[in-house]
């Protein structure tokens, strides 16, 4: 892997949750990479206040080296609409939240950062300042002009890759279509080998219904959709198999014939990687064309200010954004 030329951005995400708490915490820590906060310095200097955490505070300044020593916070300063409150979310704040996502992305674009790695944020507040937001993913790829991203996360041994994302379930059926699920499996199949050197990657793809329709009897959408698709690509050299029943898919034996799974929506496969990492997970976005990873937790307000969080995901999430840059 080759050393980085450039330090790892890292949005707060929504103030009035712990996200802020997250950086200034994490700060205490000797890191081995430079980080650049994105943030309201006063808000961050508060929130240190509150969490009775001394940090010594400084301004990024582009192409100026940035010290990782512990105890030292270097804050890219984007300023609050309103004064931020631990654990009171206020809409009109929802412009700023995004603010922070729009400066980072620019800098990642631009070779400014070598990855972007980001806070919890309110998707619910975000809409009810009237903005249509449906999470960091689809957002980045619109706002990055991507054709396709992926959803994955990591965490426990596992890599759960998701065909949809933020869909209501009667919607899934509608959305699992040939065209989509090969250009998942391609971003899948090429992110997985460029940024975690898997050569070739192994991916297990689920089905959609249960015991994967069980031969047309409990749905079609395996044996029309699903499996030609897998056999299409196999003929370009993808490695994959399926598709599994979901309901047996996350076995050990299954798992140890893996590098990655592909699980036909949401809730069918990061229920079992939460399971088994939560608290330490990473949430990662294949297909951008820059590395970002984040939380597998949300703002969680009622512990905003309260000191009384782990930071062992967004240690997590830096950490492979770190080595995900690093294959590049």
Known sequence: MAPLSAPIALTSGEPAGIGPDLCILLARELRSHPLVVLADRQLLEARARQLRVALTFTDYVPGRPVETKAGRL??????????????????RNAPYVLALLNRALAGCIRGEFAALVTGPVHKGVINEAGIRFQGHTEYLQEKSGTPHVVMMLAGGGLRVALATTHHPLRAVPDL??????????????????????????????????????EGGHLGREE???????LEALREEGLDLSGPWPADTLFTRDTLRRCDCVLAMYHDQGLPVLKF????AGVNITLGLPFVRTSVDHGTALSLAGTGQIETGSLR???DTAVAMASHC
């Open 316 to 318: 997590m999430a830096i």
């Open 74 to 91: 270097t804050v890219l300063h984007v300023p609050l609409a309103v004064p931020a409150v631990a654990g009171r979310p206020d809409p």
């Open 176 to 213: 699992i279509t040939r065209e989509g699920l090969t250009a998942t499996l391609r971003v899948l199949h090429h992110d997985l080998s460029r940024r975690f050197g898997l050569m070739p990657p192994r991916i297990c793809v689920a089905g959609l219904n249960p015991h994967a329709g």
């Open 223 to 229: 044996s029309e959709i699903i499996q030609p698709t």
């Open 276 to 279: 088994a990492s939560f608290g």
